[in-house]
Structures are given as C-alpha cells and as structure tokens.
C-alpha cells in the first residue's frame, strides 16, 4: 500500500456529484484515500448506488442522528439489511455531552449501539477479514467500552477503532489494553493532553483520520479550499506524530492500515 489513508472522512457531507468526482480525482493524483463515513444507514445505503464514491464506505448511525424510537428502528432495520455485506461500520457510537443527551437521551443511544454491535458480532462470526468499527464516544468512554466488552467484540473478527479520543487518562489505559485502535487527527495534537496521549498509544494501534468536512460542501470554491488543506494534512500529521514519538512514523501507518483495511 502506497497511500496515506483518511480512516473518517465524512464523503457524504460533498452534496454534488461533480464536487464528488473531483475531489475523488484529486485525492488519487495525490496518493491519498479515505474511508467515508456515514451518518445513517439510509444515507450508506444512498451513497453506494452512487457512482461517485470511495472504495471504502462505512455503514454508520452516528448517535448525533438519533431522534426518536420509531425512526431508529427504521433505520435499524436497514442497518441489519447491509451489515451482512460490508465490514466496514461507522460512524457509530455514543455522546452524552448535554447538548446531545437533550435529544436523544443516554438510554436511547446505550439501547441503539448495543443492537448495533450485537449485530456485527453476530455478522462477524462468519466473515473471513475482521470488521472495522469507528466509534464516536464523547463523555461516554466507559460506556462505549463497557459495551464492547459486554459483548465480547475483542473476542470477535473485529477491530473497534476510538475517532478522535477525547476521555481520561485511565479511559486511554484501559482501551490500550483491551487493544483498541485511535484514529489521529490534527485537532488532537493542539492540545497538551492529546499530545501526550498519542506516545502512549502502541505504535501498532495508531491510524489518521481529519473528520472533515464539518458541514455540507456545496460550492466548488469551498472545495478546493477542503483539497488544498488534505493535499498537506495527512504527510504532516505523520511528521508531527513521528517528532511526537521520536520515531519515523510513516512504514508503522501504512503497515497498520494494511492490516486493518488490507490492500
């Protein structure tokens, strides 16, 4: 693998499909690649009878889309329908921050994410690659973590990778020894505490992502303006975790993502 891999890029969030196709072009001149993300398991199911669409697409149901009972379990069921055919999930997971919890309450998104990963376990069992999870987890570590180890996912074909890690220190401890993945992006190394979190992670668990876009691209200025900032983001993440790390991380990244998304 020659290619530096956005492991969360959100490719549903570029609404048109000529935007779509040219950033596609431009990431592959560039020798980049991304796993597009998505929001809903109807938008998974929208985005892969497109023709202008990444290699890899995950199957998600962020809990930031979770409105009510009746409309999860209609996107439960369509979750069902596509976890059999793809390994790669996401973006999934739980956030309590306030904000989120007025919406969707702790015991909706606990109840969701459970049946989301009974059902890849159960899916899991028979596939021969492992399945790719990127999980959301915002002042609910333990929680996500609870989850997975309730339902014995490290026991299981699948790889749970935490996106954009933002919890405790013993939080960190504990996903390390379970043998979680973290996905880096640049927004984690402004800090003192994401810095010192990334040269803790074992060096074989560590994948890139941005997250990016952050809302709806519409205009084609504004996605230059997105390519130009990928074009330079994913090499010097890689710099700065390697002077983080004092080691060339380069070979270590593309080795882990071969072993999690293969060739």
């Known amino acids: 693998m ?30 980049l690649e991304l796993v597009a993300q998505t929001v809903l398991p109807s938008e998974y199911e929208r985005l892969i009878t497109q023709d202008n669409k990444p290699c890899k697409v995950s199957l998600g149901f962020h809990p930031w889309w979770i409105e009510n009972q009746k409309t999860a379990e209609s996107e439960l069921v369509v979750f069902k329908k ?24 702790q015991a909706i998104q606990i109840s969701i994410f459970k049946q989301l990963i009974q059902q890849v376990v159960s899916y899991s069992q028979n596939s021969q690659e492992p399945y ?9 570590v333990t929680a996500v973590l609870d989850i997975l180890e309730a339902c014995h996912v490290m026991q299981e074909n699948i790889i749970p990778i935490i996106h954009w890690f933002s919890g405790t220190s013993d939080e960190l401890t504990r996903l390390i020894k379970m043998g979680c993945y973290l996905s880096i992006n640049p927004r984690m190394l402004t800090t003192k505490k994401g810095r010192a979190y990334v040269t803790q992670v074992p060096r074989e ?32 993440l890689v710099e ?21 998304y293969g060739k």
């Open 240 to 260: 700065k975790l390697s002077a983080l790390r004092d080691e060339e991380m380069l070979e270590v990244i593309m080795v882990n993502q071969q072993k999690v």
């Open 2 to 31: 020659t290619n530096l891999i956005d492991t969360h890029f959100h490719f549903d969030f570029i609404k048109k499909d000529s935007l779509r196709q040219q950033l596609l072009t431009e990431m592959e001149q560039a020798s």
């Open 132 to 140: 790719i999870l990127s999980i959301h987890a915002v002042r609910a």
């Open 205 to 236: 668990r560590l994948l890139l992502e941005t997250d990016w876009p952050s809302h709806p691209i519409t205009l084609e200025s504004d996605l230059q303006t997105l390519i130009s900032q990928f074009k330079v983001t994913l090499p010097q």
């Open 82 to 105: 596509w976890a059999s055919q793809t390994r790669l999930i996401g973006e999934i997971g739980l956030d309590f921050s306030d904000k989120r919890i007025a919406v969707a309450p």
